[in-house]
DNA sequence: AATTAACACACAAACGTTTGCGTAATTATA
DNA sequence: TATAATTACGCAAACGTTTGTGTGTTAATT
């Protein structure tokens, strides 16, 4: 700019102005300004302006995994309306460790992120880095996995509610015996999930046993089909099982088949993402539709009213998302 | 930091020195500063830094859908690999289309990106945007779907071989009429599975024929639907298929399926990339692994290299990640 | 015709760092 | 003891914008 300004014989306050369109710049002006910025390839330095304005137009989106497609469709969903916006968007990966997480918010607030949206890893239980925020002004939006310790901005689904209609449903199509592929505990979804759960079971008259639960981590597909076999090899075999993901799920399925048991029949099954696989897998495994796209668009939705809006009287806000049992064959048989 | 030089009575100077361990600042005053700049919860404002060092450490990569596996994996790489480097990534999205494309390259040079790693978008054939990149001195990887005319870093497989092989695998287990589904033939690796597919049929003395080459666009689920009915209600029903990625190829086992169709014993399937699904069908997908997560940790290093490396000979490079082809149920039936 | 308003632009400070250079005070060298 | 070298810091410019204020010119108002 400085560079267009010498050239023209203008100042660069009047080229700043003539390329925003400001008012108080005559018309003649403005135009050469236009026109010779174009012709000369004029490039703002966005990060000057930054500086300047005290605002980036990025925000930060913190998630476990990328490659998971609960994190990879809500990505989508952040991204879409946060162009819209005019904000981009950088993409910070835990792996579900805690001490990235806190690199992650400590980098953003250097960067001058103007929010963050945020799920939090598996491993964090301590949310300071978070409430450091709040200092700096920069408003966050925590999805799916949150904290309840954490005054802020949420948007999430009702995983009781969800968990619980999975597991009722598998009681009404007559399963006895219910298991559980339960996740981390230390993270509020699958907390949620185990709750739901036991209600369910309480509710429809089934006793709980921990036998029947299976506390796992990061339920990828090796804890799946580990807890599968367990599960496969008792006494008294589930008739039922609510795995609280899809992939875990899916290995059940699988190795049910490959030890010849039958799905529904033997054991039925119930995920929970409603991920693509779950229509592809044979049977086709019933699911909870958790909308992660719809939760991402929510977040940034919500995340940029928070940095736009002036009235600075609301605190924080809570979104949730609805869900829906989606019936397949895994716990219907085929006619 | 001017407010931490203010508290402390020393120059900005003396403190930016102190926080990077600057000899020229004495052991007592450098502890000094760094001790309440902790205290005083000091956060350095990287934009400033950014724009007084010409150097953000930002890195921006454009891919086509996020929540394709593929993508995904290969940000993943992207961004384990950057992180370990001192770099941020951010992401822009531009479902296929040239536009979004554009305007993301736009954005990324306005903020001063360090280097750009992108994957070209469906919809795009003019490449000037990445020519104006040159003019910056900003860094370019291009990876998967490259662009010949653009004389850039890139990382790639070679489409050509790996449709070979998949094509000929075909042939070896006795197709006579192989099929295939072609991607959006503007793009580099489409175009080169083409070939393969052509160079392998012509090898092996099939003929070549037209009516058995679907076009296809974005190669979703629907689209491989409407190809799969199309083909298995032709006349003379093609006995194998290679197919330009896992969703059209796993979208034709289903339809084969609900059409009382065998796989492989009456048609044989090939996908391509080895995403999870293929492995969880059944039958199980045929593929060819193109490794996604490492181009992406490729891609970066490539990129950082070209950042950091002083050495300006160096125009561009260019790596082939390997492949293979990965047999599974979905062309040879199980014993 | 005198006063006010509107217009079109320039000046300069500010955003928060980094960095070349200058300069005292101290220590080493001849 | 005079000179040089070293140490430890400050000064001020620079990065490229944005924006409040100032100013000269023209047009509108009474």
Redesign the pocket.
Known sequence: ??GLAKIL??????V??A??DH????????EKIKKTAINLGYI??SV??N????KTNHIGVIVPRIDRYFHSSSISGIEEVANEAGYYVSIFQTKDSYIKEVESVAILMSNKADGIIACLALETSDIDHYKQLANTHIPLVLFDRVCSDLESNKVLINDYDAAFKACEHLAKIGCKKIAHIAGNLNSSIFKARLEGYKAALIKNNLTINEDLIFYGNILSEEEGHLFANELLSMDTRPDGIFCANDITAVSVIQTARERKFSVPKDIAVVGFSNTPISKIIQPSLTTIEDHAFEMGQASARLLIKQIEDNDKNIVSETIIIRNELIIRESTVPLE
């Open positions: 700019m400085t014989g203008v100042s660069t306050s009047t700043s102005r390329l925003k008012h108080s710049i005559g018309e003649e002006t403005r703002p330095n000057a302006s500086l300047r304005r005290r």
